[in-house]
């Protein structure tokens, strides 16, 4: 699993659909990349929104599954602190199995991009 980052877009940019055409782009390409660079695929994609400001529309419009909120901790200093502020948690699975897969099959299993693309289509 990953976390996806923040995309910004400049206001200046006004071609239509700009966000969904580059989240679609990069969550179509991160697992074969990761794959090549840290010699593992990622299954899941993770990412946050902070409930009292967003409500997640275009993170429901692009498939995310919403999967809750958090408890209202973040991390300062490689500490655990509770901070309040609760985030709602987003999930976009790369494969069909990713919920079977972390279960049945320990990442070190996959050391080629072959041995992952035999388990089924991304």
């Known amino acids: 699993m990953t976390n996806n980052q923040r995309l ?11 966000t969904s055409a580059i989240r679609s782009r990069v969550l179509r390409m991160l697992s074969s990349d990761f794959l090549h660079v840290y010699g593992h695929p990622v299954l899941l994609v993770a990412t946050f929104t ?9 993170y429901k419009a692009a498939n995310f599954l919403r999967a809750g909120e958090t ?8 500490a655990h602190v509770h901070h309040g502020q609760k985030k709602t948690c987003w999930l976009y699975p790369l494969h069909k199995d990713a919920a079977k897969i972390p279960a049945s099959v320990p990442s070190q299993s996959f050391t080629t991009k072959q041995e992952f693309s035999s388990f089924g289509p991304c």
């Open 8 to 18: 910004c877009v400049l206001p200046n940019e006004s071609r239509p659909n700009l």
């Open 71 to 78: 408890l209202g901790y973040g991390r300062r200093n490689g």
């Open 50 to 58: 902070n409930s009292m400001r967003h409500v997640g529309t275009c």
